[in-house]
């Protein structure tokens, strides 16, 4: 998995995350948290693993659709389409679909809320708003 963030971290969209509350500081941030929930939650329960690589992805690309730090109700929605065009342009497997949903869940404000939500778009969405609300007091 070192690979591969080191090869999303030195690409676009990752290389052009504007730099405040959702820059790359904030991407990085988001990954720790997500990582760190979803060993917890593997540790306390016999649920299926969570898919740390698509956790990965998810993490550093979330936001990279952002056109400013304020209130960017599509963000989620392009930044979804804009990861999965990375993961695809450069050979990245993983559940398209999945990392789709998790990217758009992310976002309360998105156009496509799911009725029921993987682990995996459950803990970014986490992720997200412990960083942005722990360390920024911002919910934008």
Request: proline share 5%; with cysteine; aromatic share 4%.
């Amino acid at each position: 998995m070192a690979a591969l963030l080191v090869m999303i971290e030195n690409h676009p969209p990752f290389t052009r995350l504007e730099p405040g509350v959702h820059g790359s500081g904030h991407a990085r941030r988001v990954l720790l948290f997500s990582q760190l929930i979803a060993s917890l939650i593997e540790a306390a329960s016999d649920a299926a693993p969570v898919d740390r690589r698509l956790l990965l992805i998810a993490s550093l690309l979330h936001d990279c659709g952002r056109r400013n730090n304020g209130i960017d109700p599509e963000h989620a929605d392009r930044s979804a389409e804009m990861a999965v065009d990375f993961c695809r342009s450069h050979g990245i497997l993983c559940d398209l679909i999945k990392l789709r949903d998790c990217i758009r869940y992310h976002c309360k404000s998105g156009c496509h809320p799911l009725r029921n939500p993987s682990i995996e778009a459950r803990i970014l969405a986490d992720a997200d708003k412990l960083d942005r609300f722990r360390f920024h007091g911002s919910c934008a």
